[in-house]
Structure formats: structure tokens, C-alpha cells
């Protein structure tokens, strides 16, 4: 005769989309934790949380993919249960309900109290900043905001985000040190918008002040910036970027397009004289500093000509880094209202056109990097490479600095001066420098 067994949970969060999702699951996984549950990151598990994306099409594909992935899962007894939270989820809770029952609850993205105790646990307020990381032990983002306010016509961050609400500074100093502690060395500063940080808190934009305050955090080296809006862009935030070396040279400002007409139907808030002459003044202010942007094509009513003009300026403006995304029309944004108008075709054609110009561009640049030596963190080990960072490279999105691993032996985590030997047109290849050992 069988005895029945008490089978013991264990709950596996499943993460889609962007760093601001990672963020968001390993606070989850932190709270979870702290009530004794036992929990994984995207490994088995009898329990799944699936933290959704819903901003562009193929993020939505994929998170219903996943879903159905669960729930089909469930339905062979692979899993007890299927939990869906995040921006699909607070975006389109009712259609989802409807259309795929079979999941146990649905949550959004200001719903983690409620999710905790579906999953059996509290909600612990005094857990400011405690987090289970998901990414490698030396780096871990640290989002200082949420929400938007920006009126921006093609994004539906502030139907699933809500409007902008800033972390105060002395939570965000608890949290670096916590990470700190943890053995993290890299914070990535993440936001909807990090030019607008404080204005709704102390009335006047804090970026700058924030940064004072986290460079003296003992153990963290590198800061990064993620993700600045270009209107209304803090420029003392420049200074102290200058003057504190624990700040990368690096920025994040998503630009999305230059002509004129696309600017004022995106509700940019800014023209291309604005943006070329902000462009200008920061490469004055820090010419060492690498800029980072995205680019958007076939918004509703791109003319061949507007993209002559997108096309021509990404070549006058030299970007280190640039990513480029084709439209996606989506439902409730002011932009849903126009029509659609460039067939998928155009759209994939341009994005390619702008990176065969970037990858070209980036080839250049990475060309004037041979023989010079960056201080470089080894973030992991691949095949048989060492896969490293300069400070001007964030982790997934841009170059990689690549060690033969059958050579040399790197400490994954740690901070090492490489000397560039070799570059392609997104990656580079080096050898570190080797220290002289003294001798007796």
C-alpha cells in the first residue's frame, strides 16, 4: 500500500524581456527566499512564474510562447501550477484570462504582493535592495526608477509601467551595498528614463546627486548609465562622470530617429539640430566616452527621404555603439492612430542598411584599438575564450573582449588589463598583460 508523501515545492521564475524584467524577478526570488521557499531561475521547478514582456510583437510572441509552453506542461503533469506576471500580463490581463484559461493566475507588473502570497509567502518591507542576482557575480542592475511620464507616441512602457516614480537616494545606497557585499563590482543604473530621476522626489533632476552618493560605496568600480533620455538631459551629470573614475564612459540615450517630421509625429520633444548640437556638446565635454543609441524604422509616414536622412546622419555621427529596431505598431499608443504604412519588407530593409553603415563604422573604430591596452572584467568563460569588457561595453548588447582560453587563465569576476591584438567589426581579441614576477 502506497503512503502518501508531502511533495516539498519548488518554484521556478522564468524571465523575458528586458534587464528591467531581470531586475524585477530577482527581487521576487529575494522576497520568496526570505520565506524559506525554495526557488530556481528559469530551471525546473513543480511551481512556474512567468515574468512577461509585452512591449514590441516579437517580445509578445515569445511570452505567449511561453505561457502556452507552461501550460501545456501542466496539462501532462510536468508542473503543478503556472503563475503569469509582468507587462503582457498588466497590459492585456482580460484578453489573456479568456484566451488561455488554463493559467492559475495572472498578475501585473505592481502586483508583487499579491503574486508573493499566491506562491505562499509575505511581502517582507524591510528587504530594501535584497535580491537573488541571476547574472554573473560581478555585475547586477540597479533600477532607480520606475514608470514614465514621456508622451512618446510609438511606446507603451507607461500603459504597463505606470508614470514615473524615482527610488529614493539612501534606498538605492542600501541596495548597492547589498550588492557590494555580494561580491558585485559593476552596477548598471536602469530606468525607463534615467534624465528624469528625481524630479518627482526632490523637484529637480538627481542623477547627478545619485552618482555622488554611489561611488562611495566601497567595492563597487564601475557604474554604468543606461537608457537617458535626450530632452532635457542633466548636463552636470557630464561633470561627475568626468570627475569620477568609478563611472563608465559610457552612455545609453536611445534616440530613435532625426528627421524632423518623424521627431515631432514620435513626440520627441527635441528636432535634429537639438539632438546634434546635445551630441556635439557631450563629445566636447568627453571625447573619450562611448555613446550608445537605438534607432527605430518604418515608423507610420517614413518617407524614403526621412530615412536618407537617418542613413546620412548615422554616418556623420560615428556612434561606438547602435542598435536599430523596425516599427511595431501597438494598440492604445497615440502612434496606433496613423496607419501603418511600411510594408514589413522596408522596415527589415532599413534596419539592415542602418547596420551594415554601423558594423562598418564599428569595424573602423575598433581598428584604432589594436596594440592599445583597457582594463578589462572577465564576466565568463565560453568554449575556449574568456569573454571580457572594456568600461565603453555593456553586458549582451555590445563589443566583447575575447581571450584564447588554451593561452592564459583569467579569474571570472575579476578586473584585468588586456592589450588588443586583433578586431572585427563587434568583437575584440587580446592578451593580458602579464605582470613580471619579482624575483628573490
Not at 527610488?167 to 557585499?181: K, Q
Request: proline share 4%; net charge negative; aromatic share 8%.
Amino acid at each position: 500500500m502506497r503512503t502518501k508523501t508531502l511533495k516539498k515545492n519548488k518554484i521556478n521564475i522564468v524571465t523575458l524581456g528586458c534587464s528591467k524584467n531581470v531586475y524585477d524577478s530577482e527581487v521576487l526570488m529575494g522576497q520568496l527566499r526570505a520565506n524559506k521557499k525554495d526557488v530556481a531561475h528559469e530551471q525546473e521547478g513543480n511551481i512556474v512564474v512567468v515574468n512577461t514582456c509585452g512591449f514590441i510583437d516579437n517580445a509578445k510572441e515569445e511570452s505567449v510562447n511561453t505561457i502556452l509552453e507552461y501550460v501545456r506542461k501542466k496539462e501532462e503533469g510536468l508542473v503543478d501550477k503556472v503563475f503569469v506576471t509582468g507587462c503582457l500580463s498588466e497590459r492585456y490581463k482580460p484578453d489573456l484570462q479568456k484566451e488561455i484559461p488554463d493559467v492559475d493566475e495572472y498578475f501585473g507588473t505592481r502586483d508583487l504582493p499579491h503574486l508573493l502570497k499566491a506562491l505562499g509567502a509575505d511581502y517582507k518591507h524591510e528587504l530594501i535592495g535584497e535580491r537573488l542576482l541571476t547574472t554573473p557575480k560581478n555585475y547586477a542592475y540597479l533600477k532607480i526608477a520606475e514608470g514614465c511620464d514621456r508622451p512618446c507616441s510609438f511606446c507603451a512602457i507607461p500603459l504597463m509601467r505606470g508614470k514615473h516614480r524615482s527610488t529614493p537616494i539612501e534606498d538605492l545606497v542600501t541596495e548597492a551595498t547589498s550588492l557590494a557585499a555580494q561580491g558585485v563590482k559593476e552596477l548598471i543604473l536602469i530606468a525607463q528614463d534615467l534624465t528624469y530621476y528625481g524630479l518627482d522626489l526632490y523637484k529637480k533632476r538627481a542623477l547627478a546627486e545619485l552618482l555622488r552618493a554611489l561611488v562611495k560605496v566601497e567595492g563597487i568600480e564601475w557604474i554604468r548609465l543606461h537608457y537617458a533620455f535626450p530632452t532635457g538631459f542633466p548636463m552636470d551629470v557630464l561633470e561627475v562622470m568626468k570627475n569620477e573614475p568609478k563611472i563608465c564612459k559610457y552612455l545609453d540615450i536611445p534616440l530613435q530617429h532625426i528627421s524632423d517630421p518623424i521627431l515631432k509625429s514620435m513626440r520627441r520633444g527635441t528636432t535634429q539640430e537639438k539632438t546634434t548640437r546635445l551630441l556635439r556638446e557631450m563629445r566636447e565635454a568627453m571625447p573619450e566616452m562611448a555613446i550608445r543609441t537605438t534607432l527605430i524604422v518604418g515608423y507610420p509616414g517614413e518617407t524614403q527621404e526621412d530615412f536618407n536622412t537617418l542613413k546620412q546622419w548615422v554616418k556623420d555621427m560615428r556612434f561606438e555603439r547602435l542598435g536599430c529596431f523596425t516599427y511595431s505598431h501597438e494598440e492604445n499608443t497615440h502612434a496606433y492612430q496613423l496607419q501603418d504604412d511600411v510594408p514589413d519588407e522596408v522596415k527589415q530593409e532599413r534596419a539592415n542598411e542602418i547596420m551594415e553603415i554601423q558594423s562598418q563604422i564599428s569595424w573602423e573604430l575598433n581598428q584604432q584599438t589594436v596594440g592599445e591596452t583597457f582594463r578589462c572584467i572577465i564576466d565568463r568563460k565560453e568554449g575556449n575564450y574568456f569573454v571580457a569588457r572594456t568600461q565603453f561595453d555593456s553586458p549582451d548588447v555590445d563589443n566583447e573582449v575575447l581571450v584564447d582560453a588554451t593561452q592564459h587563465y583569467l579569474k571570472i569576476g575579476e578586473f584585468v588589463d588586456i592589450t588588443i591584438d586583433e578586431a572585427a567589426d563587434f568583437d575584440l581579441y587580446g592578451s593580458p598583460v602579464t605582470i613580471p614576477e619579482a624575483t628573490a
